[in-house]
């Protein structure tokens, strides 16, 4: 005949009390998009930057259409341009690519996508590193977008 030895079980801890569940995260808001993004502070001379880039996403996002295949390149267009707005916004933006900016803006107003995409092209090539440590984020799809743009005509 076999004996069984009960199993007695000793807590881990001498406490009395059941443990505390870790303390709630709250959600993280999500990243702005354009359709989000407050601007409520862009200074008046950087107010035109945000008027020609929303028209030029809309009209982009118009000739992309409602294609299933074109959302998520109309969703990320909306993101990038949410952050380079939080920029301005907040005043994180350089003087040199705000000026650039400006001028790039200047040239899409004009219908002028050549000088539009050499501006573009400065800010990636420019002998300040920076330029492109604080664009990289928003300027592939800017370029997208223009091209786009400039291929509707």
Not at 8 to 33: E, R
Not at 97 to 126: H, R
Request: glycine share 4%.
């Amino acid at each position: 005949m076999q004996t069984t030895v009960p199993t007695v079980f000793t807590p881990l801890s001498n406490s009395s009390q059941p443990p505390s569940p870790a303390p709630i995260q709250p959600l993280a808001a999500p990243p702005p998009t354009l359709h989000t993004v407050d601007t409520s502070n862009v200074p008046a001379s950087q107010k035109a930057v945000i008027t020609t880039l929303t028209r030029l996403y809309n009209e982009v996002t118009e000739a992309l259409g409602g294609a299933p295949a074109k959302k998520q390149e109309i969703e990320d267009n909306s993101r990038k341009l949410g952050a380079l707005y939080a920029k301005f916004n907040s005043g994180d933006i350089s003087k040199n690519a705000a000026e650039k900016l400006i001028q790039l803006c200047q040239a899409l107003d004009k219908g002028d996508y050549g000088n539009a995409l050499q501006i573009q092209v400065l800010l990636t090539t420019s002998d300040w590193d920076w330029d492109w440590d604080e664009c990289n984020f928003w300027l592939s799809t800017l370029k997208r977008m223009m091209k786009t743009r400039q291929n509707l005509r």
